[in-house]
């Protein structure tokens, strides 16, 4: 059913040459309808169903004044570049740029290359963990790539994510160790995840070169954004497919879809090719079984998810949604205004991190039952008390303390934010750079 790719691992990597600002020449992008020709024409590149390709319409607006800079930005932000490039491709339009064509290509190029040197990897290290009596399971990066798309060069992806049993991490951790790989610093507290800690998900290795990134798993999501689902169950209903020639374990179709639900959700739908992921996983889903699925979100209480998911993946890619989904988003007040919103920040002129209050509104209206409002709520609380409460660098900037005073810095911290930001605007602290 899938492709089998037999090319060897042994070639040097590097990655596409970023085009300086103002070397793509356009002017700034002219509206078509509500929405700018730019956004149309990448929304008609990413459809899933590449046969059916409005090649009219993309040739329309081709023959426009397009911000190219623009369009090569959000191909690299969202990691579109193969689709887009598949589709340009397949029309063969004279309206494309040169030099855009060509930077495109390159690009797509070496992300297949790479994709199949950090394949190989992953399939190195299955062997070496099944020898170890260690069952993990790939989900996302290459084998969602043969999943949805059939192909490792038709999706971008930066790690290799395994999931293994609670009771395997340490054995795992060890191997890996072992083997090449170094723990990288926490990205929440900057300190090495030297000992396996129950409150997180998941540790994270890079290789000595930096070329391959390995995030092992043992749950799928924080503890404050509830996913309580059955691992047990979930181990139960793996399927296998065919991995550069290789059988390996993988989630099955369900509990993929509504994990990429999950996943999308918990980061806002920052990334077009999230979207585009649901939308290829059901098109080439003909056996989903759509009743199931829809009793496994109601366990997992992640029904506004799954309708959030597959609203976007009809809105903006034009997905046939079967009608038991249709019913829950004809149900759900909340999910038009949040699809909307969504859809606007993924085409932001500038895609700038969002601060903490963002967040927050996104991830309690994504939830629908009230002890996962209140689990985010507490988080959340305990975030703006951390941010307000412990010192950083700007406070230690501002008045240089002997060593044994470091703790007058927490006395000081809360009139350094009143003086900068005010009262009213403390709720709205981002992150640390930014206070």
């Not at 070639?11 to 992008?29: D, M, N, S, V």
């Not at 299955?126 to 170890?132: E, G, I, K, V, Y």
């Not at 300190?191 to 749950?219: A, C, G, Y």
Request: charged content about 25%; overall charge positive.
């Amino acid at each position: 059913m899938l492709a089998e790719h037999k090319t060897a691992f042994s070639f040097p990597l590097k990655h596409a040459t970023e085009i300086e600002p103002g070397k793509l020449a356009g002017p700034t992008g002219q509206l078509c309808g509500n929405r700018r020709a730019e956004e149309q024409l990448l929304l008609l590149c990413v459809r899933a169903r590449a046969d059916a390709i409005p090649a009219a319409r993309i040739e329309a607006l081709l023959t426009g004044d397009l911000d190219w800079d623009y369009i090569v930005r959000k191909t690299r932000q969202h990691r579109i570049t193969p689709l887009v490039c598949r589709t340009l491709e397949a029309i063969n339009s004279a309206g494309v740029p040169r030099r855009v064509f060509t930077h495109l290509q390159t690009h797509v190029h070496e992300n297949a290359r790479f994709n199949l040197f950090r394949t190989g990897e992953l399939i190195r290290i299955l062997r070496l963990l099944a020898d170890a009596g260690v069952s993990a399971v790939p989900f996302k990066g290459p084998v969602l790539s043969m999943v949805a798309y059939g192909s490792l060069a038709q999706r971008e992806y930066g790690d290799l994510d395994i999931l293994v049993r609670t009771s395997d991490v340490s054995r795992t951790r060890d191997l890996l160790l072992a083997h090449g790989y170094h723990l990288v610093a926490s990205r929440k507290t900057g300190q090495t995840k030297s000992e396996f800690m129950p409150r997180n998900k998941d540790l994270i290795f890079e290789d000595e070169t930096r070329s391959v990134r390995i995030e092992l798993h043992w749950r799928l999501t924080g503890k404050h954004f509830n996913y309580p689902v059955d691992l047990n169950g979930l181990w139960d209903r793996l399927e296998t497919i065919r991995l550069a020639g290789v059988m390996v374990p993988t989630l099955g179709l369900e509990d993929l879809l509504l994990y990429l639900c999950m996943h999308g959700s918990r980061h806002g739908w920052e990334r077009l090719i999230w979207v585009c992921d649901v939308a290829e996983l059901i098109r080439v889903g003909r056996n989903i079984r759509w009743q199931r699925v829809i009793e496994q979100a109601a366990l997992l209480g992640s029904e506004r998810m799954l309708g959030l998911a597959l609203l976007l993946a009809q809105r903006l890619l034009g997905s046939e949604l079967p009608k038991e989904i249709q019913l829950i988003i004809q149900t759900d007040e909340q999910l038009p205004s949040l699809a909307a919103q969504l859809h606007e920040s993924l085409f932001r002129e500038r895609a700038e991190s969002q601060d903490i209050a963002y967040w927050y509104d996104v991830h309690l209206r994504v939830r629908e039952r009230v002890r996962d409002r209140l689990r985010l709520r507490i988080h959340y609380y305990r975030r703006y008390l951390r941010l307000v409460v412990v010192p950083n660098e700007r406070d230690q900037a501002m008045l240089e303390l002997p060593s044994g005073f470091s703790f007058l810095y927490y006395l000081l911290r809360p009139f350094r934010l009143l003086r900068r930001f005010g009262l009213p605007r403390l709720k709205q602290i981002g992150t640390s750079r930014d206070t």
